[in-house]
């Protein structure tokens, strides 16, 4: 008799034990069910942006492409070789060209094309200061607008507040660059012909201006490399190498 009353005793404290397990079991699933339906506080987004950390977001991004855009501008070949950013033979001046080559003055094109490039590269290497200066003094007001544009909008926003300040500033590096590397020793000979068998024909003289042609097109081609760069920031949280361009540009990932 007594061990028949332990045996029911014994099936009453396993019964009750084991409903309490179940219990907690279903609460703590229903809890997480709760979780992940709402999520918990510290998983919301904390510290919204103000516009003024947004510009200085958008400066440093700026600076940054200008920085490594100049580095890669100004190394050999780095317009030469950049089909990106490749300085031509003057378009206005096409006639030139194909004269030259049919005088069997190839290999004074090509010199040409390719001293036209050296004298950007070489001008390159003094514009991330007159750049970045520049950024630094951009006015900008709407940073939140700009940063919810398109991918390029910091550059386009930059070229054009900044774009004929920058020519002024920069032609006359490009200058000493045109004299560094003689480009004019490669182009007078060319135009000269050219000119020369023109004036029999009562045909226009070509007068292009290397240092307004080159100037331009280095200009163009910094901003090309200016927009990979903040495109590859915007994209890519690794490039993204300060608190605040995480911060900012962070605020646009999915």
Known sequence: MIKNKLLFIYTLIFFFFSNSINSQININKISKQVKTQFPSENKVKTNPLNNDE???????????????GTEKASAI????????????????????RDKAMQWGLDRKVEKFEQTLNEAAEEACKTASPIFIDAIKNMNVTDGIKILKGNDNAATIFLENQTG???????????????????????????VNKYNQTTKLSGKEKIETDLNKYVTERAISGLFKLVEIQEKEIRKNPISRTSDILKKVFSSLDP
């Open 54 to 68: 947004v510009i200085k977001g958008l400066k440093e991004a700026l600076s940054i492409g200008v920085t490594k």
């Open 77 to 96: 070949g780095g317009f030469l070789k950049n089909d990106l950013i490749r300085i031509p033979f003057p378009p206005e001046a096409k006639n030139v």
């Open 164 to 190: 004929s300040k920058l020519y002024s500033l920069f032609i006359p590096e490009v200058k000493k660059a045109i004299d560094k590397v003689q480009l004019t020793t490669y182009w007078t000979p060319l």
